[in-house]
């Protein structure tokens, strides 16, 4: 069974650009949810996807947006780079039709904002 | 404060130790708890889970929740070179698949 899959895996951008990268989670689940993994914070829920709908967002500016397509696909855009950006953005897929919500990693894509 | 805290490390032990790895949290609301293992670029890997309070074990891996104290623990029996990575804990916030991640520790395994 493939894993979960992140396109790209590397990303340099310049601050005031924008980004969308892309999650193909593993077959058979629809929930898919995006963290950021930085040095200082850590791993950081930004939000997550069920049937095409947003259902549970973190604490993080506007810039960061994303969708899910009827397929379980999601992308996730940020808007307007800053060099804060720069981290591991990991998206995770699950089941979420039994207990407890075991969440699968993809690799990640490391963006580098210049 | 963070809802999961974590001490960071390093941790380097011997080849055949155990290991013990820990965390605390803050939400009593918190019911299910969670072990990843994270190698070097690559994305976090689901150890094992625990619901409420108790004991589970797989293989050399034993996880331990004690709700009264709010502590979450991990130990690593016999352990190995190849167990060398970043270990974090996680709890599930309320519905919908957020978690909620400790700072994670770093283990070296030395032979």
């Known amino acids: 069974k493939a894993g979960v899959t992140q396109t790209p895996r590397y990303l340099i951008k310049t601050r005031g650009q924008q980004v969308t990268l892309s999650c193909s989670p593993i077959s058979g689940h629809r929930s898919v949810s995006w963290y950021q993994q930085t040095p200082g914070q850590g791993l950081q829920f930004l939000f997550e996807?069920?049937?095409?709908?947003?259902?549970n967002k973190g604490n993080f500016p506007g810039r960061f947006s994303g969708r899910q397509f009827s397929n379980s696909r999601s992308e996730m855009n940020v808007s307007t780079l800053e060099l804060g950006d720069s981290a591991l953005y990991l998206c995770a897929s699950s089941r979420t039709d039994g207990t407890p919500y075991e969440q699968y990693f993809g690799p990640g894509t490391r963006l580098t904002v210049t | 404060q963070k809802e999961v805290e974590q001490d960071p490390g390093p941790l380097s032990v011997p080849e055949g130790a155990i290991v013990s790895l820990n965390c605390t949290y803050s939400n009593s609301a918190f019911q299910y708890f969670m072990w990843y293992r994270q190698y070097s670029r690559k994305g976090p890997e689901l150890l094992m889970y625990t619901y409420s309070s108790g004991n589970k074990e797989d293989g050399r891996f034993t996880a331990q929740v004690d709700k009264s104290s709010k502590y979450i623990s991990l130990f690593i029996r016999d352990s190995q070179p190849s167990d060398s990575a970043t270990y974090l804990c996680a709890s599930l916030s309320g519905g919908y698949n957020k978690l909620i991640f400790g700072a994670g520790t770093r283990l070296a395994v030395h032979p």
């Open positions: 996807y069920f049937s095409e709908t947003q259902r």
